[in-house]
């Protein structure tokens, strides 16, 4: 019965939240251009939501754990979630996750602190698993191969699956000349064998609103700047199971 309320919960408030996050999040030197990935169009897919609020619905589950003592059934958990949060799509992704493990279980997850979010999401049964799918990188073209600061760079790649692939992640990420750790990740929810080629923008200005008192501020500084990117099942580097590095590229671009 919870699961059929969160949904109904899920659906008129999910569209709401997913905006509210868009416009809290940090601007990136990196974004995502474009992408062959199919992108779920009929309805909410519980599998993002799940991953991008992983650590705001941990923080509560936590706290709730401590604070109740004493917790028998997956409302009294949810509840409280919901009533600390005031997020619908929390209780959604708890009571969901909840239902589908028990309590017990729910909680012993839930206590396992260095979780990551994918893991976490597929022990709920939110997102898919597939342990026998694999990638390999077919290209990899960075352009232009050099030019000044104030530059966009275009990373243009491209990944072959024969099996398919699980839950996972594509990281991105540029060693720069000032130390600044400079990445981003992508979920990928599971793929049919195929190809898939993705376009990166790296955007090489300084970013006049960085506050190098509150955060590191990127520079680009002359130099060249080593790119990597993982194509992964699960969590890239996680030690979870259902994780898997598929497959590894780099190559570079220099500032003038
Ligand atoms: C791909 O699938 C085949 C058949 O199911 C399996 O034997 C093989 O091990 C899989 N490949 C990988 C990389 O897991
Ligand atoms: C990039 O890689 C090269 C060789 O792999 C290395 O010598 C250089 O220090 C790296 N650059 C940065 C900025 O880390």
Known sequence: ??????????????????HTRKINAQPS??????????????????????????????YYVLDGILELGIINTC????????????????????AVGCDALGINEFIKIAKEVDLDPI?????????????????????????????????TFVIDFAYESMNG?????LVV???TIDGVELSTTLLIEPQKPGRY????????SPDPDCDPAAQQCEEWFPGVYNVTVMV????????????????????????D
């Open 1 to 18: 019965m919870h699961k059929a309320i969160a949904l109904i919960v899920l659906v008129v408030f999910g569209s709401v939240a997913a």
């Open 29 to 58: 030197h990196i974004q995502r251009v474009a992408s062959s990935l199919k992108q779920e169009s009929n309805g909410i897919d519980w599998c993002p939501q799940c991953v991008n609020t992983f650590d705001q619905l941990i």
């Open 75 to 94: 409302d009294d958990i949810c509840n409280y979630v919901t009533e600390k949060s005031g997020s619908p799509v929390l209780y959604a992704i708890c």
């Open 119 to 151: 893991y976490f999401c597929e022990s709920l049964k939110v997102c898919p698993i597939f342990d026998s799918g694999d990638a390999k990188f077919k290209s990899f073209v960075i352009l232009p191969p050099h030019a000044p600061v104030y530059s």
């Open 165 to 169: 692939t699980g839950t996972g992640q």
């Open 173 to 175: 990420s540029i060693q």
């Open 197 to 204: 080629a993705e376009r990166i923008s790296v955007d090489a």
């Open 232 to 255: 992964c099942n699960g969590e890239c580097g996680s030690h979870h199971p259902h994780s898997q590095i598929y497959d590894t590229v780099k190559g570079s671009f220099q500032i």
